[in-house]
Protein backbone atom coordinates (compact mmCIF):
# COMPACT_ATOMS: atom_id res chain seq x y z
CA UNK A 1 0.00 0.00 0.00
CA UNK A 2 2.80 2.47 0.73
CA UNK A 3 4.41 1.37 -1.85
CA UNK A 4 1.26 2.33 -4.03
CA UNK A 5 0.88 5.57 -2.96
CA UNK A 6 4.87 6.58 -2.91
CA UNK A 7 4.01 5.73 -7.01
CA UNK A 8 1.16 7.80 -7.10
CA UNK A 9 3.46 10.53 -5.22
CA UNK A 10 6.36 9.96 -7.32
CA UNK A 11 4.48 10.33 -10.73
CA UNK A 12 2.37 13.45 -9.66
CA UNK A 13 5.32 14.69 -8.18
CA UNK A 14 6.89 14.19 -11.42
CA UNK A 15 4.51 15.07 -13.34
CA UNK A 16 4.23 18.69 -11.70
CA UNK A 17 8.32 19.14 -12.23
CA UNK A 18 8.21 18.49 -15.76
CA UNK A 19 4.84 20.86 -15.99
CA UNK A 20 6.93 24.12 -14.21
CA UNK A 21 9.68 23.34 -16.36
CA UNK A 22 7.87 23.21 -19.18
CA UNK A 23 6.32 26.47 -18.04
CA UNK A 24 9.79 28.31 -17.29
CA UNK A 25 10.58 27.70 -20.97
CA UNK A 26 7.71 28.78 -22.11
CA UNK A 27 8.80 32.09 -20.32
CA UNK A 28 12.37 31.78 -21.48
CA UNK A 29 11.15 31.56 -24.83
CA UNK A 30 8.80 34.91 -24.53
CA UNK A 31 11.74 36.61 -22.64
CA UNK A 32 14.30 35.99 -25.25
CA UNK A 33 11.72 36.47 -28.10
CA UNK A 34 12.89 39.27 -30.65
CA UNK A 35 9.30 40.76 -30.01
CA UNK A 36 9.61 41.36 -26.33
CA UNK A 37 13.17 42.86 -26.87
CA UNK A 38 12.39 46.25 -27.12
CA UNK A 39 15.12 48.90 -28.46
CA UNK A 40 14.77 52.83 -27.16
CA UNK A 41 15.70 55.28 -29.67
CA UNK A 42 15.71 59.46 -28.88
CA UNK A 43 14.73 61.68 -31.47
CA UNK A 44 16.03 65.51 -30.63
CA UNK A 45 13.40 67.70 -32.17
CA UNK A 46 13.58 71.61 -31.16
CA UNK A 47 11.07 74.23 -29.80
CA UNK A 48 7.57 74.14 -29.60
CA UNK A 49 5.79 75.71 -32.93
CA UNK A 50 9.12 75.11 -34.48
CA UNK A 51 9.45 72.52 -38.05
CA UNK A 52 12.12 70.64 -36.17
CA UNK A 53 9.38 69.65 -33.26
CA UNK A 54 7.06 69.36 -35.44
CA UNK A 55 9.11 66.75 -37.87
CA UNK A 56 10.61 64.84 -34.97
CA UNK A 57 7.31 63.74 -33.57
CA UNK A 58 6.03 62.96 -36.67
CA UNK A 59 9.11 60.49 -37.37
CA UNK A 60 9.35 58.72 -33.97
CA UNK A 61 4.83 58.10 -33.94
CA UNK A 62 5.09 56.48 -37.65
CA UNK A 63 8.14 54.52 -37.09
CA UNK A 64 7.17 53.45 -33.77
CA UNK A 65 4.25 51.98 -35.72
CA UNK A 66 6.21 50.60 -38.42
CA UNK A 67 8.97 49.12 -36.58
CA UNK A 68 7.93 46.91 -33.78
CA UNK A 69 11.01 45.86 -32.33
CA UNK A 70 12.13 49.55 -31.59
CA UNK A 71 10.34 52.05 -29.43
CA UNK A 72 11.03 56.04 -30.61
CA UNK A 73 10.52 58.63 -28.24
CA UNK A 74 10.93 62.67 -29.03
CA UNK A 75 12.78 64.83 -26.70
CA UNK A 76 12.27 68.85 -27.28
CA UNK A 77 15.20 70.80 -27.22
CA UNK A 78 16.80 74.08 -28.20
CA UNK A 79 17.19 72.60 -31.50
CA UNK A 80 20.18 71.46 -33.98
CA UNK A 81 23.09 72.04 -31.96
CA UNK A 82 22.09 70.95 -28.86
CA UNK A 83 20.33 67.69 -30.76
CA UNK A 84 24.09 67.40 -32.28
CA UNK A 85 26.23 67.75 -28.56
CA UNK A 86 23.27 65.24 -27.11
CA UNK A 87 24.08 62.56 -29.91
CA UNK A 88 27.87 63.02 -28.96
CA UNK A 89 26.91 62.44 -25.29
CA UNK A 90 24.91 59.11 -26.17
CA UNK A 91 22.18 61.09 -24.54
CA UNK A 92 20.43 61.07 -28.00
CA UNK A 93 20.59 58.86 -30.40
CA UNK A 94 19.09 60.31 -33.61
CA UNK A 95 18.24 64.08 -34.05
CA UNK A 96 16.88 66.86 -36.60
CA UNK A 97 19.97 69.00 -37.57
CA UNK A 98 20.88 71.46 -39.57
CA UNK A 99 24.13 70.58 -42.26
CA UNK A 100 25.99 73.37 -41.38
CA UNK A 101 25.88 72.33 -38.03
CA UNK A 102 26.90 68.86 -38.39
CA UNK A 103 29.59 69.99 -40.69
CA UNK A 104 30.88 72.53 -38.43
CA UNK A 105 30.90 69.85 -35.85
CA UNK A 106 31.84 67.14 -37.25
CA UNK A 107 34.95 69.06 -38.06
CA UNK A 108 35.35 70.70 -34.72
CA UNK A 109 34.83 74.11 -35.93
CA UNK A 110 32.51 77.46 -34.61
CA UNK A 111 30.48 76.40 -31.73
CA UNK A 112 32.44 73.24 -31.89
CA UNK A 113 35.82 74.89 -31.61
CA UNK A 114 36.63 75.03 -27.64
CA UNK A 115 34.05 71.77 -26.99
CA UNK A 116 35.81 69.67 -29.77
CA UNK A 117 34.70 67.38 -32.80
CA UNK A 118 31.75 65.32 -32.96
CA UNK A 119 32.86 62.70 -34.64
CA UNK A 120 30.11 60.30 -34.08
CA UNK A 121 27.30 61.84 -35.84
CA UNK A 122 26.29 60.25 -39.11
CA UNK A 123 24.00 61.22 -41.76
CA UNK A 124 20.77 59.18 -42.38
CA UNK A 125 18.78 61.46 -45.27
CA UNK A 126 17.27 64.91 -46.17
CA UNK A 127 14.28 66.41 -44.46
CA UNK A 128 13.52 69.59 -46.16
CA UNK A 129 14.74 73.18 -46.94
CA UNK A 130 15.66 74.41 -43.80
CA UNK A 131 14.28 78.26 -45.01
CA UNK A 132 15.84 81.61 -43.15
CA UNK A 133 12.73 83.56 -42.41
CA UNK A 134 13.36 87.25 -40.77
CA UNK A 135 10.14 88.47 -39.38
CA UNK A 136 9.05 91.72 -38.96
CA UNK A 137 6.46 94.26 -37.51
CA UNK A 138 5.52 96.40 -40.48
CA UNK A 139 5.37 99.76 -37.60
CA UNK A 140 9.28 98.62 -37.29
CA UNK A 141 10.29 99.93 -40.62
CA UNK A 142 13.08 97.53 -40.83
CA UNK A 143 13.33 96.36 -44.88
CA UNK A 144 16.81 95.04 -44.98
CA UNK A 145 18.87 93.46 -42.41
CA UNK A 146 20.87 97.00 -42.42
CA UNK A 147 18.09 98.06 -40.81
CA UNK A 148 18.17 95.57 -37.65
CA UNK A 149 20.96 98.12 -36.46
CA UNK A 150 19.16 99.93 -33.46
CA UNK A 151 16.58 97.36 -33.19
CA UNK A 152 15.81 94.04 -30.68
CA UNK A 153 15.27 91.05 -32.16
CA UNK A 154 15.30 87.57 -31.38
CA UNK A 155 17.87 85.45 -32.99
CA UNK A 156 16.25 82.35 -31.87
CA UNK A 157 16.47 79.33 -29.28
CA UNK A 158 20.28 79.31 -27.85
CA UNK A 159 21.99 76.62 -28.88
CA UNK A 160 19.99 76.28 -32.20
CA UNK A 161 21.06 76.42 -35.62
CA UNK A 162 18.07 78.98 -36.22
CA UNK A 163 20.13 81.29 -33.53
CA UNK A 164 23.51 80.44 -35.32
CA UNK A 165 22.55 81.53 -38.89
CA UNK A 166 21.84 84.58 -37.38
CA UNK A 167 25.00 84.73 -35.45
CA UNK A 168 26.31 84.29 -38.57
CA UNK A 169 24.74 87.02 -40.42
CA UNK A 170 24.98 89.62 -37.78
CA UNK A 171 28.61 88.60 -37.50
CA UNK A 172 29.41 88.94 -41.11
CA UNK A 173 27.96 92.08 -41.61
CA UNK A 174 29.45 93.32 -38.69
CA UNK A 175 26.06 94.08 -36.95
CA UNK A 176 26.77 92.25 -33.33
CA UNK A 177 26.98 95.23 -31.19
CA UNK A 178 24.35 97.06 -32.93
CA UNK A 179 21.49 94.77 -32.73
CA UNK A 180 19.61 93.83 -29.19
CA UNK A 181 19.03 90.06 -29.42
CA UNK A 182 17.50 87.15 -27.36
CA UNK A 183 16.95 83.53 -27.62
CA UNK A 184 13.49 82.98 -28.01
CA UNK A 185 11.88 80.26 -30.21
CA UNK A 186 8.90 79.19 -32.39
CA UNK A 187 5.89 80.62 -31.44
CA UNK A 188 7.80 82.70 -27.92
CA UNK A 189 8.80 84.91 -30.28
CA UNK A 190 5.87 85.46 -32.38
CA UNK A 191 4.15 86.12 -29.49
CA UNK A 192 6.85 88.95 -28.22
CA UNK A 193 6.07 90.25 -31.75
CA UNK A 194 2.41 90.81 -31.62
CA UNK A 195 2.81 91.84 -28.21
CA UNK A 196 5.14 94.94 -29.49
CA UNK A 197 7.79 93.50 -27.06
CA UNK A 198 10.86 93.05 -30.01
CA UNK A 199 11.09 94.75 -33.17
CA UNK A 200 11.75 91.44 -34.96
CA UNK A 201 12.60 87.79 -35.03
CA UNK A 202 14.42 85.07 -37.30
CA UNK A 203 13.33 81.27 -37.34
CA UNK A 204 15.06 79.14 -39.83
CA UNK A 205 12.26 76.37 -40.32
CA UNK A 206 10.18 75.02 -43.34
CA UNK A 207 7.77 77.20 -45.21
CA UNK A 208 4.88 77.61 -44.45
CA UNK A 209 5.69 77.51 -40.75
CA UNK A 210 3.50 78.05 -38.28
CA UNK A 211 5.31 80.46 -35.99
CA UNK A 212 4.43 82.70 -38.94
CA UNK A 213 1.46 82.30 -40.21
CA UNK A 214 0.61 82.96 -36.29
CA UNK A 215 2.25 86.06 -36.53
CA UNK A 216 1.18 87.27 -39.99
CA UNK A 217 -2.66 86.50 -39.75
CA UNK A 218 -2.80 88.89 -35.61
CA UNK A 219 -0.55 91.87 -36.74
CA UNK A 220 0.44 93.56 -39.68
CA UNK A 221 3.97 91.66 -40.49
CA UNK A 222 6.55 90.95 -43.42
CA UNK A 223 9.51 89.20 -43.97
CA UNK A 224 13.07 90.39 -45.30
CA UNK A 225 14.64 89.97 -48.48
CA UNK A 226 17.81 88.98 -47.30
CA UNK A 227 19.55 87.05 -50.68
CA UNK A 228 20.84 90.20 -52.26
CA UNK A 229 22.72 91.90 -49.61
CA UNK A 230 24.29 88.86 -47.89
CA UNK A 231 25.35 87.78 -51.65
CA UNK A 232 26.87 91.03 -52.12
CA UNK A 233 28.83 91.41 -49.01
CA UNK A 234 30.70 87.56 -49.40
CA UNK A 235 28.06 85.88 -46.70
CA UNK A 236 27.72 82.50 -49.51
CA UNK A 237 31.35 82.41 -50.75
CA UNK A 238 32.00 82.21 -46.58
CA UNK A 239 29.51 79.45 -45.89
CA UNK A 240 28.66 77.95 -48.82
CA UNK A 241 26.10 75.15 -47.90
CA UNK A 242 23.56 77.69 -47.64
CA UNK A 243 21.53 78.71 -51.25
CA UNK A 244 19.10 80.84 -52.29
CA UNK A 245 15.87 80.07 -51.92
CA UNK A 246 12.88 82.22 -52.86
CA UNK A 247 9.35 82.31 -50.54
CA UNK A 248 6.45 82.93 -53.30
CA UNK A 249 4.15 86.22 -52.67
CA UNK A 250 0.33 85.15 -50.89
CA UNK A 251 2.72 82.68 -48.89
CA UNK A 252 1.54 84.36 -45.81
CA UNK A 253 -1.42 86.88 -45.24
CA UNK A 254 0.20 90.34 -45.94
CA UNK A 255 3.67 89.34 -47.88
CA UNK A 256 2.29 90.30 -51.31
CA UNK A 257 5.88 90.14 -52.67
CA UNK A 258 8.63 87.02 -53.55
CA UNK A 259 10.97 87.45 -50.93
CA UNK A 260 14.41 85.96 -51.81
CA UNK A 261 16.50 84.51 -49.01
CA UNK A 262 18.85 81.73 -48.29
CA UNK A 263 18.48 78.54 -46.92
CA UNK A 264 20.49 75.31 -45.32
CA UNK A 265 19.38 71.78 -45.21
CA UNK A 266 17.12 69.71 -42.11
CA UNK A 267 18.82 66.80 -41.69
CA UNK A 268 18.45 63.76 -40.08
CA UNK A 269 21.71 62.55 -38.13
CA UNK A 270 22.25 59.60 -36.00
CA UNK A 271 24.64 58.46 -33.37
CA UNK A 272 27.47 56.33 -35.06
CA UNK A 273 26.80 53.55 -32.62
CA UNK A 274 22.92 52.43 -33.69
CA UNK A 275 22.59 49.63 -35.65
CA UNK A 276 23.03 49.50 -38.94
CA UNK A 277 19.66 47.55 -39.26
CA UNK A 278 17.83 49.91 -37.25
CA UNK A 279 18.52 52.95 -39.71
CA UNK A 280 17.97 50.85 -42.56
CA UNK A 281 14.44 50.36 -41.52
CA UNK A 282 14.12 54.02 -40.69
CA UNK A 283 15.27 54.93 -44.33
CA UNK A 284 12.92 52.09 -46.02
CA UNK A 285 9.65 52.90 -43.92
CA UNK A 286 10.47 56.89 -44.13
CA UNK A 287 11.24 56.99 -47.62
CA UNK A 288 8.31 54.58 -48.75
CA UNK A 289 5.59 55.96 -50.74
CA UNK A 290 3.39 55.84 -47.71
CA UNK A 291 6.31 57.11 -45.25
CA UNK A 292 6.28 60.05 -47.70
CA UNK A 293 2.58 60.67 -47.70
CA UNK A 294 2.90 60.58 -44.13
CA UNK A 295 5.43 63.23 -43.59
CA UNK A 296 3.64 65.53 -46.42
CA UNK A 297 0.98 65.10 -44.07
CA UNK A 298 2.83 65.54 -41.30
CA UNK A 299 4.39 69.18 -42.59
CA UNK A 300 4.02 70.66 -46.02
CA UNK A 301 7.76 71.85 -45.38
CA UNK A 302 8.63 68.14 -46.66
CA UNK A 303 7.50 68.26 -50.18
CA UNK A 304 11.19 68.05 -51.28
CA UNK A 305 11.59 64.98 -49.34
CA UNK A 306 12.05 61.73 -51.24
CA UNK A 307 14.98 59.29 -52.74
CA UNK A 308 15.55 61.57 -55.65
CA UNK A 309 16.80 64.30 -52.57
CA UNK A 310 17.81 61.77 -50.41
CA UNK A 311 21.32 63.17 -50.05
CA UNK A 312 20.94 66.40 -50.18
CA UNK A 313 22.43 68.18 -46.86
CA UNK A 314 25.12 65.37 -46.64
CA UNK A 315 28.05 67.13 -45.38
CA UNK A 316 29.39 64.39 -43.11
CA UNK A 317 30.00 60.49 -43.32
CA UNK A 318 26.83 58.38 -44.19
CA UNK A 319 25.64 55.81 -41.35
CA UNK A 320 26.48 52.20 -42.70
CA UNK A 321 22.93 51.62 -42.70
CA UNK A 322 22.17 54.79 -44.83
CA UNK A 323 24.84 53.73 -47.11
CA UNK A 324 23.46 50.10 -47.55
CA UNK A 325 20.01 51.88 -48.35
CA UNK A 326 21.02 55.06 -51.14
CA UNK A 327 23.18 52.51 -52.88
CA UNK A 328 20.12 49.96 -52.96
CA UNK A 329 18.34 53.15 -54.15
CA UNK A 330 20.36 54.32 -56.79
CA UNK A 331 21.53 57.07 -55.22
CA UNK A 332 25.12 56.04 -54.64
CA UNK A 333 27.32 54.04 -56.66
CA UNK A 334 26.52 49.82 -55.83
CA UNK A 335 29.12 48.04 -54.01
Known sequence: MRGTRAREFGGSFGKLMRGQAVAAGIMVALLASPASAKEFISIGGGGTGGTFNTLASGIGSYLTKMISDVKFTVEGSAG?????????????????????????????????????AVKNI???????????????????????????????????????????????????????????????????????LKNGQIDAYHGQWGVPAGAVIETTSAIEATLVSSYDELNDAGFMEAFPFYSKVVIPAGTYKGVDQDVTTIRDAGILVVGADVSAEIVYDVLKNLYSDEGLKHMLAVSNATREMGKENGLIGASIPLHPGAEKFWSEVGMLPAK
Open 80 to 116: STENIRRIGSGDLQMGIAFSGDSYFAYNGLEAFKDTG
Open 122 to 192: RFVGFLYSAVSQLVVSKASGIGSLAGLKGKSISVGSAGSGTAKTMDRILDHLKLTGDVRTSNVGGSGSSDQ
